[in-house]
DNA sequence: CGAAGGTTTGAACAACCTCAACCAATGTGG
DNA sequence: CCACATTGGTTGAGGTTGTTCAAACCTTCG
């Protein structure tokens, strides 16, 4: 079982440049756990205790609102760390983690992140590789939110998917965990009937596959065009939802304004 | 001016537990730079090569789609850093840095952060707390965007800037720097028209005082009641948007699900 | 003083949410 | 093994929010 986690370890990228024994070690001081999907990891408003590093499975980020409602800010796979609020200076959790399918966690102490950070530049790297690739999904999620429609947002969410959990099959490409129709209308600001419509017309079309908590996007490249806000079935081609204001995108500010720095 | 900046620098969060020897060295490392209003520091697209602070003034971290809508991801404050996105693994900048107002900047080549992190434990702490901060603040973003109504949003918008750079003067708290309609909406996902027609209705009702590009809460409790989805006249004050389904809010997961670690 | 940028406001329309009802798949207990 | 509950999914009708279009106004500044 060890030995087993030491070679799961030894592939997750913040571990993956350690030598066996610091694998070792790192393994020994861990806590491993199964959680079978729909375990709570660690819930909204407790206390930051330990960071996570999911050896199998995949963990949703969770935020509810006052009014119960569910937002998914973020999914995390296999080979990742999440559970960081600690080092970066909250005393309690923001989010709440739940496995989206079943998973193989291990557990470290958060005291221990400063020591893996100071024995293991890669580590540190990685960790901050990590956090920086997050802020730039949610800094996406942010701009998508703000500007496209629905059906976009839809298939940028999915798309996002296939790129971090993604697996071949048959049909085209499958999201590698169970997803309902609910789940996407949680990342995408909307309502499962909505999601329901488009997953449906989608399929019609043979963009996609879907059978009950399983998406095939069979047209990945149909997909792009939805989420860009090409493929508009009646509108001009043009700005695919607020005024483009001036539309002087093309020439970048730099063009402008003097930049020294 | 040098001596000028290194007292303003001892001010700022991730120097400010430096020690005379100690702040000097790191000023005589800096490029100083004085940026009027609407500056690019640094565009989307560009290698990511130095990384800054501001001394005095306020920057916006701003995105552009395809389209040419502009939004606008972040605020960052006098003290605080920015640009980092090299040590967290990025080449090239994703956003563009605008200044907000005239600013006062320092910044450093990239390299030095790794440097600065070993020296000063505090530098490295402080930057790391300042990523976490603005790890919420977009999750905070990504919830409001995907649960709230426009005029909440907006409601939002202001209190997290008086929240930040807010100053009290006669009427009540004024956001410390220049904020366009336009501004406001590229933060909250709208047009003009529609911040302008909520900004009148609110200055109607003495909950704010508003000039060209000049916004001054005059009723904070007001807005908070507004932002949260209270005080909305007509409907019954259940769920602001969506369906709160099952609304199990008040229970933790942690009450359903045996959680250990 | 004219131009440019910011703001206001009305009217029409589109997107999408809400309500409501129903169906299909899965799991459970007798 | 079947009745039944539960969960996830589908789909239509109607209503609300907020965008789009359009036009005018005000302020600031060169």
Chains 1, 2 share one sequence.
């Not at 939110?145 to 976009?152: A, F, R």
């Not at 789940?183 to 309502?191: E, L, Q, R, S, V």
């Not at 009937?193 to 449906?200: A, D, E, G, I, K």
């Not at 069979?218 to 939802?241: E, F, K, L, N, Y």
Request: aromatic share 4%; proline share 4%; charged share 20%.
């Amino acid at each position: 079982m060890r030995l087993l986690d030491e070679r799961q370890l030894a592939r997750a990228p913040p571990f993956c440049r350690l030598d066996p024994h610091q694998l070792r070690r790192v393994r020994d001081l861990a806590q491993a756990r199964n959680a079978a999907i729909g375990t709570v990891v660690f819930d909204e408003g407790q206390p930051a205790l330990r960071f996570h590093l999911i050896l199998s499975g995949h963990v949703r980020l969770v935020r509810m609102t006052a009014e119960g409602e569910q937002i998914i800010v973020l999914h995390v796979a296999a080979g990742q760390i999440f559970g960081l609020g600690a080092p970066l200076g909250r005393a309690t959790r923001q989010e709440t983690a739940i496995t989206a399918d079943d998973c193989q966690l291990l557990s470290w102490p958060t005291a221990l992140w400063q020591v893996f950070s100071d024995d293991y530049a890669s580590f540190a790297k990685e960790t901050m590789r990590s956090l920086g690739a997050r802020a730039d999904e949610m800094s996406n999620r942010i701009v998508e939110l703000s500007t496209k429609l629905v059906e976009q947002r839809i298939a940028c969410a999915l798309l996002r998917m296939i790129g971090q959990s993604g697996r071949k099959v048959a049909g085209g490409i499958e999201i590698g965990f169970p997803i309902s129709r609910q789940n996407i209308a949680d990342m995408t600001g909307t309502t499962l009937h909505t999601v329901s419509r488009v997953l449906s017309a989608w399929e019609k079309r043979g963009l996609i596959l879907s059978t009950r908590c399983h998406v095939v996007v069979s047209d990945p490249h149909g997909m792009v065009m939805i989420a860009s806000g090409a493929a508009r079935p009646d509108q001009p081609a043009t700005a695919a939802r607020r005024s483009a204001r001036k539309a002087a995108s093309s020439i970048p500010y730099s063009a402008q304004a003097s930049i020294t720095v």
